[in-house]
């Protein structure tokens, strides 16, 4: 950041004039949870001075802006995101958020890193440089999430998670996911924590449900904090533990009444601070981002200012920043100027002394660049329609299938059943029944893997949907009718380099280019929301009203003790292990 | 500290049995503030579960402790002392302070720095590596405090305290007591402050009464607490800046009512530790150590669970310690088994798991060895009572001088006043004036330095009083009424390579030996504890109940704004200039 601690003091000392003077603002001063009239003076980026009610400045700053009354707190701090979930790449992320009082950012570039390695969270880095935003990056943990059960991109361990560790703005590791293998001793987790805790590095947790001795187990291997809690019990259980609590509000996950009533049974609050995990970018441009889980937490009942120390100060504390999340000499001059303390959009936004936003519009003066993606979409080995039927060696007419059958109304919990299927030159044939579907997983990153698969009841009436976006491996998955519908949606994929697309009656119909890794569009938040509402359009023309929309990027999350397709073939996620397409034939 | 992590995880998981269960307590969680009943199981010296009722171990441990329904708290942490203040050595501290719960200190080593330069900081580390007490040295910033008015036996600069940072267990830079250097941009101390930043260290504050723009001046240059404060409204202020707050009760200062009343305008405590700063053998003896604080705080109307977390947690935050603090999964075994909350002697204390105190008594196994310290008293070069004498040249039989006058009751504020005294064969003579007495300080680190000033109403009847314990320089400071007998005194300090002294009639009738740097006693707390008190009796002898036993200690302390007299010359602390003996003859 480069400061100049002499030029800073000879500010606050009134020696020198400062750059900017905030004045008739309500001061919210987040170390004492006080509110009270004030004016900032800021120098270089720095606040140099908060002068209360009857302090003069000896010096006119050379801008002077007039709070009109409003509040001035802290910008918001985001102890756990991936940019990626928005498909904004990190420079777009930061207009996007911005503007809604995010001016930092600890990210997680998990998704980029299963397809592009080291590159792409090399990538993520150079990207975010370009903006306003402090984005930091800590090393993804997992890559691959659940190695053997799937290809992805790359391949982590203690050696990359090392050289990632030394790049700067790298604060940490990323999400232990791995929370089984760092209880039962997996030799892999263990070096990755090692390599951190060797380091100095930060260790962010991931633990869905986890209790009892596991839950202190994952904590005295080093997970320092968790974003996973969905009850009351589990934030009061994991705050015992001394674990830091990330209360999430994501577009995928939203348990805010439980989390609140969990936080009211502490009286300390330190230890918990504020994230979004995911949150896709029509949400991001319709809702918000940090601001709209703190308006959703004042909702259920916390107190303002305290949910506000959280997304702030105490954010940054987590991490050891000791120069973000408070408005007070020697911080960075990161801050917002709000009308009311309940998370609604700021007047105004400064990063480093900067107006960057005002009244909801990003005013900073970065601007985009063109950017090159490398096509990361390598799926031109499937020669054709042919290659995404499921065939059948020999002669039969029927054949004993694996079907993939959701146990409720959705499409997220589901089991595997063998049906017998018509089989006809020694393809299955799927015309007779309107409830089955194929699945393909192609490998997209270097490997001639593919699965097909059978599933029943995802809700397609006809065409394809398919996407680039699936985690945690992001290969290619198409779920189609017909195996030339499956192949011109492939095509497309390619031609986009990578993105989400829907074929009907044999013609694109919607689609959102995610060119960046196949996870992220080039364009603004705007941009990206506008194309997605598209596709989603096309995509309910051909699925019925209840399949979620996501339903292909989870297919292959071998996390989900559920039946899911990779690469690899058909899983068991429960009991992580494949189980055959044709049971009995392999 | 060696922690193998794979052993406290399969400890946690209990696939491996624990060295120690601590059964039949009550639980005070310092995360979350609650109290209960629970079993703390320990391996390899740290913590690997916290089992609340209902949950069994699964193996039981070596070692099962019945904690007989009392409470099992953290042990505290000191965050700002001097180890010299007790008189005591590292090791020696270690055994007085354990026994009352203090697990571990953050130690600014500033007084044997001033006699020994970086060869003090290394005795110091090095005696304490000997010790079960976690001792954490912070770099003395400020050696000699004022340059130019007084000659210590070294001096800091920017390569001093980079080399000191590097050193183990060093954690900070140590009170930047130049809070006037730091605001008016004094090169050393920004080259100081840079240094320390520079290497990451924490930068501990010092701000007495510090407020308005040099508060925010000194904060923005990066100093992060402060102990020195005496008001409810300095608290306030200097949390609303952001500082840490080291709530201070040494055996010199005890602002507790005014602390207590500015901790509870604020309802955030996580910015609040609790320090000594300066705790003498008698009182570590008596009272305590950081429990005297918290019993303190706690009577003075704070919550108990809420000072204990002071204490504990928020001290080892304060320095970015993730493994001190709290009992805890993953946190070093160092508890204490208290029978209330009310900061009493503990029943039991552990450090990394081990025993080291049962009701008051020390039970760790390090054995004292002897030491052989350097005679740092250099004072040789005063060949004999001549050389205490007040000589005037020229054959006046009285002469002008700028004697030190206290004014009030005490010794400590005063002025000069010039006043006319008879002299005889050149020497200025003070047997007409029983409420004078002469003071003598000399250099002993060998610079032949010595300065004699005129003292009225020290209260010194007969005899003398002297000392090598004397803030910053520590140079030999003597009060006497007869040049022999300031010579007697000079000898015996030689002789015992340092330490306080009283000489009655021609004899040494009380003396604490301090042969470490001629500061610290070779003996136990309660050795020395018991020379003192001999020495206190010798001392009230020869002086009227009035005087400070402590005066000769803060004769040369030019930091007060008052008349002190140092090796150099007699020195105006509020002009911080020197001003002359003889007035006008100079």
Redesign the interface.
């Known amino acids: 950041m480069g400061k100049n601690?002499?030029r800073?003091?000879?500010?606050?000392?009134?020696e020198i004039p400062c750059d900017l003077t905030i004045r008739n603002i309500q001061y919210v001063?987040v170390?004492?949870?006080?509110i009270y009239p004030a004016q900032v003076d800021v120098i270089d980026g720095?606040?140099?001075?908060?002068r209360e009610a009857g302090?003069e400045a000896e010096q006119p700053a050379a801008e002077i802006v007039d709070g009109e009354g409003n509040y001035l707190i802290p910008g918001f701090v985001d102890t756990h995101v991936h940019v990626e979930s928005s498909m904004l790449i990190p420079e777009n992320f930061s207009r996007a958020v911005i503007p809604w009082g995010t001016t930092a950012v600890c990210t997680d570039p998990h998704e980029i890193a299963n397809v592009l390695g080291i590159d792409g969270v090399k990538f993520m880095l150079e990207n975010a440089s370009r903006s306003a935003l402090r984005q930091y990056v800590l090393a993804p943990s997992c890559v691959p999430a659940v190695p053997g059960l799937e290809c992805s991109g790359a391949e982590f361990g203690e050696e990359e998670i090392g050289e990632i560790l030394d790049m700067d703005h790298v604060v940490g590791v990323a999400e232990l996911m791995d929370y089984v293998g760092?209880?039962?001793?997996s030799e892999r987790m263990?070096r990755i924590?090692?390599k951190g805790l060797e380091k100095g590095a930060y260790l962010q947790g991931h633990g869905p449900l986890l209790g009892?001795?596991?839950?202190?187990?994952y904590?005295?291997?080093?997970a320092?904090s968790d974003h996973e809690s969905e009850t009351a019990e589990e934030i009061?259980e994991k705050?015992?533990?001394?674990m830091h609590i990330n209360l999430r509000a994501s577009s995928l996950a939203n348990h805010m009444d439980q989390l609140a009533a969990g936080v009211r049974r502490?009286?300390?609050h330190?230890?918990i601070s504020i994230c979004t995990d995911d949150v896709h970018a029509g949400d991001l441009l319709s809702s918000g981002h940090i601001n709209r889980v703190v308006r959703c937490a004042i909702e259920n009942g916390l107190e303002p200012v305290d949910v506000i120390?959280m997304a702030t100060l105490n954010g940054a504390?987590e991490y050891?920043f000791?120069e973000l999340g408070?408005v007070?000499?020697?911080?960075a001059a990161d801050m917002q100027l709000v009308r009311a303390l309940d998370g609604s959009q700021p007047e105004r936004v400064w990063i480093a002394g900067k107006t960057v936003a005002v009244k909801g519009q990003y005013v900073g003066e970065d601007e985009g660049q063109p950017i090159d993606f490398p096509n990361t979409v390598k799926t031109s080995w499937i020669a054709g329609a042919e290659d995404l039927a499921l065939t059948v060696d020999g002669p039969e007419r029927e054949a004993a299938v694996n079907v993939i059958v959701p146990v409720d109304g959705g499409n997220i919990f589901r089991r595997a059943e063998v049906q017998k299927l018509p089989v006809r030159d020694g393809r299955v044939c799927l015309d007779s029944r309107e409830d089955l579907a194929f699945v393909c997983v192609i490998n997209r990153h270097g490997r001639r893997n593919k699965t097909v698969a059978v599933f029943q009841n995802f809700g397609l009436k006809k065409g394809a949907v398919g996407t680039t976006v699936s985690h945690d491996s992001h290969n290619v998955v198409i779920v189609y009718k017909k195996e030339e519908d499956g192949c011109r949606l492939l095509r497309e994929l390619e031609r986009m380099g990578g993105g989400l697309c829907v074929v009907e009656d044999g013609q694109v119909t919607g689609k959102v280019a995610l060119p960046a890794a196949g996870l992220m569009s080039a364009g603004s938040c705007q941009e990206a929301a506008g194309e997605f509402e598209t596709y989603r359009r096309a995509f309910y023309r051909v699925c019925r009203p209840e399949t979620p929309l996501l339903s292909c990027a989870i297919m292959s999350l071998t996390a989900l003790p559920e039946i899911v397709v990779t690469d690899c073939g058909l899983v068991d996620g429960g009991r992580q292990e494949f189980i055959p397409v044709f049971p009995g034939r392999e």
Do not use: H
């Open positions: 601690r002499k800073l003091i000879q500010a606050a000392m009134g001063n170390f004492t949870g006080e720095y606040v140099a001075r908060v302090e760092v209880c039962r001793g263990y924590m090692e009892g001795r596991e839950l202190s187990a904590r005295a291997a080093g320092e009061q705050l015992r533990r001394g502490i009286p300390y330190d230890f120390r504390r050891g000791k408070a007070a000499p020697g911080y």
